[in-house]
């Protein structure tokens, strides 16, 4: 193997430039030439390189967002995008591919190995935390702490004017974020996709904390809850309860910042084994950590095999 190329796919989280960083300087003290792709599976079917050395990688572990953009490809969906891309590695001598994104992210590529060959590794990037074969996927504490931030703030004027605040996080159709940060900010209720969500129950909570003096409450809504957006939600309980609510969405600013040390360390330790997992042969993997050891699994088991939560935070948000 003598040159890898590296590119970021679907949405963009914080650490992928730690990443970025410490694949491409890691294959180059191994003896390989690294190219970047610019924006992610387009880039890579239009033939979009950029030759990288370990000072174009300087200065950016702190940054958020990705140097090598990123952006959703209809054309990469499709074969004859696929063929087209692996063209461009080919035409450009590339060995080996590093994709660092989420799930989606990681079935473009076992496609891509499948049709075409192409020895390629994944890094799992994304603030969802809903990959299987890693504890934390890059960009997920980043987030939580994002959104905890926000919602200690909301509970200032929640408590300043007596409101009830439902807050609404991202996570797709995963309760990752919802759950810690539920239980980080003092949430009355933390709603997620994982578990049936019973708004009466929650309703007769809130109006229990009522009578007993507590006028302020705070609700933690997972994007993909079965109930609903916050919106929604927002309206059921006005009409079960009575109860009037503000809703925030806190939206795309958890994807936005600086990395916390905890992604730029995770974020360095994959990078670094992405480079090894190429040059030892290994194809079509993710490579992750779980319980602090670098583990490599095939790509279809992380988005066949379901990620479950931890049982333990489920019961703290429901009894704390």
């Known amino acids: 193997m003598d040159r890898i190329a590296i590119l970021t796919s679907g949405g963009d989280s914080p650490g992928m430039n730690a990443c970025i960083r410490a694949t491409a300087r890691h294959a180059l003290d191994r003896g390989l030439s690294v190219l970047g792709v610019i924006k992610g599976y387009e880039g890579l079917i239009d033939g979009v390189f950029i030759p990288m050395e370990s000072t174009d990688v300087s200065n950016i572990i702190q940054r958020g967002g ?17 063929a087209a891309a692996a063209d461009s590695l080919r035409r450009n001598s590339v060995d080996g591919l590093v994709v660092i994104g989420g799930d989606g992210s990681f079935r473009g590529a076992h496609e891509l190995y499948i049709e075409h060959g192409i020895p390629l590794v994944g890094v799992p990037a994304t603030i969802d935390n809903d990959i299987w074969g890693t504890d934390l996927t890059i960009g997920y504490d980043t987030a939580v702490n994002t959104a905890l931030e926000a919602i200690d ?5 929640a408590a300043a004017h007596d409101r009830l605040f439902i807050i609404e996080v991202m996570g797709r159709s995963a309760g990752f974020i919802a759950l810690e940060v539920g239980i980080g900010a003092g ?3 933390v709603l997620i996709p994982e578990t049936p969500t019973d708004l009466n129950a929650i309703c007769d909570r809130i109006q229990g904390r009522i009578a007993r003096g507590r006028t302020s409450s705070i609700l933690v809504v997972a994007e993909g809850d079965e109930a609903g957006d916050a919106f929604r939600i927002a309206e ?6 009575g109860l009037k609510s503000r809703v925030t969405v806190l939206g795309h600013v958890q994807r936005g910042g600086s990395p916390t040390t905890r992604d730029r360390v995770l974020a360095s330790k994959l990078g670094w084994a992405s480079v090894d997992a190429l040059m030892e042969g290994a194809q079509d993997v993710m490579v992750g950590e779980v319980d602090n050891r670098v583990v490599r699994h095939p790509l279809p088991d992380t988005w066949m095999k ?15």
């Not at 990705?66 to 696929?82: K, N, Q, V």
């Not at 379901?306 to 704390?320: I, M």
């Open 306 to 320: 379901r990620k479950l939560l931890d049982p333990l935070l489920v019961t703290l948000s429901e009894n704390l």
């Open 187 to 189: 949430a009355e209720a």
């Open 153 to 157: 703030k909301v509970r200032d004027t």
């Open 236 to 241: 059921k309980v006005k009409d079960m309860s």
């Open 66 to 82: 990705t140097i090598l953009h990123t952006a959703r490809s209809p054309r990469f969906r499709e074969p004859d995008g696929r």
